[in-house]
């Protein structure tokens, strides 16, 4: 068994916060460049070829010394599996396809001024109670995933508490989930396909809230993601989209997100990376967003790093959306710009 982890702590700066364009220093809870997690990894050689694997991962928050995804105990991943030449199944609370296929493709990853800030599922795209499958063959991986229920944690209802348990047995459709991916890679490009739907369920009333607004079984919030990447010249450039229709949204449900960013190794030690972010809302005005990130890491040795980052957004007539991704309560008043400023240290072990 192996444990396993990744601290990161930071403050950041806002600006223009809320009605009254105030300014805001604070250590961001959910993610600095990356989320801070403990856990545990096992395997198990059960011969000829097989192997029963296993994954216990929790997420904190080390600026509070709590625990993440709604206060789960083992929040970002829970399961057990098969492991073999054709691949692995799996059993437990487990990523979507949506989070592997864009790994690669977006460089800037689930960092507090990201694409999370845009769509708060990306960074946050797991499902309870979920079986999965994962093969690697020549470069070309395929990837699915069912959830009987996909989320069981009532966190307000917010992003790591949606407050979907589903596994209902008067409403086959309830708080269902799945997810599939095809990707590809080589030593030097590669591509990703992933979809993601997910299933709302029947509220009872207006104190049983469903996150987004997923109020019935029939209404569904989906997402098509296409994505790639290039190694060019030492440097790694990303791009894609992702593609949302949404039924819990009445005024803006069909959205893309578009993102395009590289990183750059300027010395042995020193990387910088670079995103743009585009939102899209296509059947309404007015909501668009768009964002501007710099980061700068700095290697202390394989697993200290320290780091630097920038974020601008520039939020269209009706849009409030934050820069940052870091915690609740720093959105913008409608209209109005905003930027970010964090500074951390991150150490993995």
């Given at each position: 068994?192996?444990?396993?982890?990744?601290?990161?702590?930071?403050?950041?700066?806002?600006?223009?916060?809320?009605?009254?364009?105030?300014?805001?220093?604070?250590?961001?809870?959910?993610?600095?460049?990356?989320?801070?997690?403990?856990?545990?990894?096992?395997?198990?050689?059960?011969?000829?070829?097989?192997?029963?694997?296993?994954?216990?991962?929790?997420?904190?928050?080390?600026?509070q010394g709590t625990l993440g995804q709604g206060g789960r105990g083992f929040g970002r991943q829970s399961?057990?599996?098969?492991?073999?030449?054709?691949?692995?199944?799996?059993?437990?609370?487990?990523?979507?396809?949506?989070?592997?296929?864009?790994?690669?493709?977006?460089?800037?990853?689930?960092?507090?001024?990201?694409?999370?800030?845009?769509?708060?599922?990306?960074?946050?795209?797991?499902?309870?109670?979920?079986?999965?499958?994962?093969?690697?063959?020549?470069?070309?991986?395929?990837?699915?995933?069912?959830?009987?229920?996909?989320?069981?944690?009532?966190?307000?209802?917010?992003?790591?508490?949606?407050?979907?348990?589903?596994?209902?047995?008067?409403?086959?459709?309830?708080?269902?989930?799945?997810?599939?991916?095809?990707?590809?890679?080589?030593?030097?490009?590669?591509?990703?396909?992933?979809?993601?739907?997910?299933?709302?369920?029947?509220?009872?009333?207006?104190?049983?809230?469903?996150?987004?607004?997923?109020?019935?079984?029939?209404?569904?919030?989906?997402?098509?993601?296409?994505?790639?990447?290039?190694?060019?010249?030492?440097?790694?450039?990303?791009?894609?989209?992702?593609?949302?229709?949404?039924?819990?949204?009445?005024?803006?449900?069909?959205?893309?997100?578009?993102?395009?960013?590289?990183?750059?190794?300027?010395?042995?030690?020193?990387?910088?990376?670079?995103?743009?972010?585009?939102?899209?809302?296509?059947?309404?005005?007015?909501?668009?967003?768009?964002?501007?990130?710099?980061?700068?890491?700095?290697?202390?040795?394989?697993?200290?790093?320290?780091?630097?980052?920038?974020?601008?957004?520039?939020?269209?007539?009706?849009?409030?959306?934050?820069?940052?991704?870091?915690?609740?309560?720093?959105?913008?008043?409608?209209?109005?710009?905003?930027?970010?400023f964090n500074i951390g240290v991150r150490h993995a072990f």
């Amino acid at each position: 068994m192996n444990l396993y982890g990744l601290i990161d702590v930071g403050v950041e700066r806002l600006n223009n916060v809320g009605a009254s364009n105030s300014g805001l220093t604070r250590m961001p809870s959910n993610t600095g460049t990356l989320p801070s997690r403990l856990g545990f990894r096992g395997t198990e050689d059960l011969g000829g070829g097989l192997k029963a694997i296993f994954t216990l991962e929790m997420g904190l928050a080390p600026d509070q010394g709590t625990l993440g995804q709604g206060g789960r105990g083992f929040g970002r991943q829970s399961f057990i599996g098969l492991q073999g030449p054709w691949g692995t199944v799996s059993a437990g609370r487990q990523y979507s396809m949506l989070f592997y296929s864009m790994l690669d493709a977006d460089v800037i990853g689930p960092a507090v001024y990201a694409a999370g800030s845009l769509d708060s599922y990306i960074p946050n795209a797991r499902a309870d109670n979920s079986l999965s499958y994962r093969g690697t063959f020549s470069g070309l991986t395929l990837g699915a995933e069912y959830s009987f229920g996909r989320d069981t944690v009532n966190a307000g209802p917010s992003p790591v508490g949606t407050n979907c348990a589903g596994e209902s047995a008067s409403d086959s459709k309830a708080c269902r989930q799945w997810s599939a991916m095809v990707k590809y890679d080589s030593p030097v490009w590669g591509a990703a396909v992933a979809y993601d739907r997910q299933n709302g369920r029947n509220t009872a009333g207006a104190t049983d809230v469903v996150f987004g607004n997923l109020n019935t079984s029939a209404k569904t919030d989906s997402r098509l993601s296409v994505n790639g990447y290039v190694k060019l010249a030492g440097a790694k450039i990303g791009a894609g989209v992702v593609r949302r229709d949404n039924d819990g949204d009445a005024t803006k449900p069909r959205s893309d997100l578009w993102f395009v960013g590289a990183s750059y190794p300027l010395t042995s030690n020193l990387t910088l990376d670079g995103q743009y972010l585009r939102i899209d809302y296509r059947s309404v005005n007015d909501f668009d967003s768009q964002m501007l990130v710099a980061r700068l890491s700095y290697a202390l040795s394989k697993r200290t790093s320290l780091y630097s980052q920038l974020g601008h957004i520039r939020n269209d007539r009706l849009a409030a959306v934050s820069v940052s991704g870091g915690a609740a309560g720093s959105n913008p008043a409608a209209g109005k710009s905003q930027t970010g400023f964090n500074i951390g240290v991150r150490h993995a072990f």
